[in-house]
């Protein structure tokens, strides 16, 4: 059991990493503290937390106001502040107004997430400790730097991915199969990353056709450091990653070994503290190249934790709060292979064009091997506010052939009504031939030929009856009738903001 010196945490996030955190922190004793956007006021993870907080902005603006997240930390009296992922989880300036306040920041410190999350700064970093990186030059933002960052383009050779040094997850990137399009892609990368309040600065590097994208789970106290083995995330929409898995069964075992060094290596050159990943590019020859770090619980972190039987959470804030590593390479070891999918609100045969919509019927899949993280319910509306991601699915099972069964039955007893989702497209994954066989890259999903086959009549239009039986249809509606309505008197009686006597002074 890991030590914990926490009473009360602040949860700077949403839905259901916000839940599954509250999960964790329930079993260590701890009480939490949930935040939430108006169109977030309904969602269960309000209701679970021991206090919630009203947001004075709307979407998810809300959730990047640094300075009212803080007030709120402090008039809740929280001793932590956990970001998970997302919206401010990467930020380093508000890592360091947490610190500078005296509250303690669930995540590397503010250095070392100004270093890591820097692109240029950290391939800087790879050259300085022997980590292979990829070719490429980092660009100012300014009107002569296009012609030379062109300049760069052709001498690299397409295609080429353009990227602010402070982007990633697929935000202010943009792959340039010719020269002509280099001008448009680059002014793109330029304003969707002042959008997002990113650098400007610019780097442009080779696009490694038909690589894997494979990454190695780290953690440390800044003096000693563990790797918790790798992932694959291969298959990837618009470089956002849908279908993780661990172990990585296509990738020879001294590759590996050698990434978990590097992995190691990077933890101890920036004095690593918390939890993190680091990202390689793997190619078919079996050489890897540094692609990032994530300072931070990655969205795919339920598969190392369903394969090494480690709780990532309680991890993060035993460290945070003890600063020491309760935990020792030899404690690591893995059973078994674990599979997670993302479901997201989306059209997949129309170029993952978002979906929106009200919820009006639900079943979610369970089992011994199976594992949902949600914040779903009949009724609930389905915004264009946030992203589009609604649910992971993760399954476990003794090989990989055991938890791909396992997860196309998860799959198909998934089932949700009201938006389309990308369910269907998930399932024809994983019944594809070249995805069994592991011939897959971050390519794979961007061809369009692919694509196409995989999305031939495979739209999940959310029909309640869509493989069910008549019979578990009526019961299910039934069921869920029957929870709405005492679901209904329970909030006409009681309401975030207007609690029973015992609770009320904590809602605000």
């Known amino acids: ?61 809300a959730y ?22 997302g919206f401010l989880s990467e930020s380093f300036s508000f890592a360091q107004k947490v610190e500078e306040a005296g509250i303690l920041w669930i995540g590397p410190t503010a250095d070392t997430m100004l270093l890591t999350g820097d692109k240029a700064q950290a391939r800087a970093l790879m050259n300085k400790i022997k980590v292979p990186i990829n070719l490429g030059r980092e660009f100012k933002p300014v009107a002569f730097d296009l012609d030379r960052a062109k300049e760069c383009a052709q001498e690299l050779g397409y295609p080429i991915i353009i990227k602010d040094s402070l982007g990633g997850g697929g935000k202010a990137m943009r792959r340039v199969e010719r020269d002509v399009d280099f001008g448009a892609a680059w002014h793109a990368v330029l304003s969707e990353g002042k959008r997002l309040g990113f650098s400007g600065n610019i780097i442009v590097e080779k ?16 003096e000693r450091f563990i790797h918790l083995y790798e992932r694959e995330c291969s298959v ?23 990434m978990y060094d590097a992995a190691v290596s990077i933890a101890r050159a920036v004095r690593y503290r918390g939890i993190g990943t680091v990202e390689f590019l793997v190619t078919d020859t079996g050489r890897f190249y540094f692609l990032e770090v994530n300072a931070r619980l990655q969205v795919e972190h339920s598969v ?57 019927f639900l079943k979610v899949p369970r089992g011994p091997f199976v594992r949902v993280d949600h914040d779903l319910c009949a009724g609930r509306e389905i915004t264009p506010f946030f992203d589009a991601m609604i649910a992971k699915i993760s399954v476990w099972g003794l090989d990989r052939n055991t938890a791909l ?33 592991g011939r897959i890259s971050t390519d794979w999903l961007a061809n369009g030929d692919v694509l196409q086959a995989l999305c031939v009549n495979q739209v999940d239009h959310g029909s309640s009856a869509i493989e069910l039986e008549e019979e578990v249809v009526v019961a299910a509606i039934l069921q869920q009738a029957l929870e709405l309505r005492a679901h209904a008197q329970t909030a006409a009686r009681e309401t975030p903001g207007q609690r029973s006597a015992w609770r009320r002074s904590q809602w605000k």
């Open 1 to 61: 059991m890991f030590e914990y010196h926490c009473k009360k945490i602040l949860i700077a996030n949403r839905s259901e990493i916000a839940l599954r955190i509250q999960q964790t922190c329930k079993s260590l004793g701890i009480k939490t503290v949930a935040i939430y956007a108006p169109e977030d006021a309904q969602a269960s993870y309000v209701y679970q937390a021991d206090e919630a907080y009203a947001l004075s902005l709307q979407g998810f603006q």
């Open 64 to 85: 990047l106001n640094q300075e009212e997240v803080l007030a709120i930390a402090c008039q809740a009296r929280a001793d932590a502040i956990h970001p998970g992922y």
């Open 207 to 222: 696009y490694l056709v038909d690589a894997r994208h494979v990454e190695v789970q780290i953690a440390g106290d800044g």
């Open 236 to 258: 990837q929409r618009r470089h956002q990653k849908i279908i993780e898995e661990a172990p990585c069964r296509f990738v020879a075992q001294d590759v590996l070994n050698s």
């Open 304 to 360: 190392t934790e369903l394969t090494t039987g480690v709780d990532l959470v309680a991890l993060q804030i035993a460290i945070a709060t003890t600063d020491r590593l309760p935990l020792s390479q030899r404690n690591i070891t893995r059973t078994g292979h674990a599979i997670e999918c993302r479901v997201y609100a989306e059209d997949p045969s129309k170029n993952f064009l978002p979906s929106v919509g009200v919820i009006d």
């Open 405 to 437: 069964a396992n997860m196309r039955a998860a799959l198909s007893d998934f089932v949700l009504s009201g938006c389309i989702t990308n369910r269907i497209l998930l399932s024809s994954i994983l019944v594809n031939k070249d995805f069994v066989l």
